[in-house]
């Protein structure tokens, strides 16, 4: 009997670095970069090889340059997205409070504004994928399917 193939997918990470007044960090995307002019937070594509801690703690240092101690990255929520052109990817989603430096836009041809947002009250102009993680993330949601033909709870 022949099995079928295995699924596999892009997996993203993402932080939401939190500030005291419950903003998170938002980033512009610009360029020739997929959702250019769209906010999203810091992340990007996990790296072959690469831990899911790792691989978020290095997207943050290359795009805002701070650096978060492996003890205060914390796990938050899970997005098992479809992209527009029928692509899976999952996103891996954590948090901070704490981080040493001030973030700044490092990599301008990727980015050219950072936005301190309401989680409650995602930006019009969010990628749509971070406006469903983030109405996940503040009702405590652990997961969420977005971009699904049906059943997905975004």
Known sequence: MTQPPRHRLVVDVMVL?????????????????????????????????????????????????????????????????????????????FTTQRWTGQPSVREPEKCSQLVWADPARPPSDCVPYTAAVLRRFCTGALLSEHGWPTGGAA
């Open 17 to 93: 670095m939190v500030r005291d007044d419950g903003r998170v960090l938002l980033l512009r995307r610009a360029g020739s970069v997929y959702a250019s002019g769209l906010l999203c937070p810091p992340g990007g594509h996990l790296e072959k090889g690469e831990p899911v801690t790792a691989g978020a703690l290095r997207e943050v240092a290359e795009e805002v340059g701070v650096t978060i101690a492996p003890s205060d990255l914390e796990f938050c929520h899970v997005i098992h997205h479809r992209s527009p052109e029928g692509e899976g990817r999952m996103g891996i989603v």
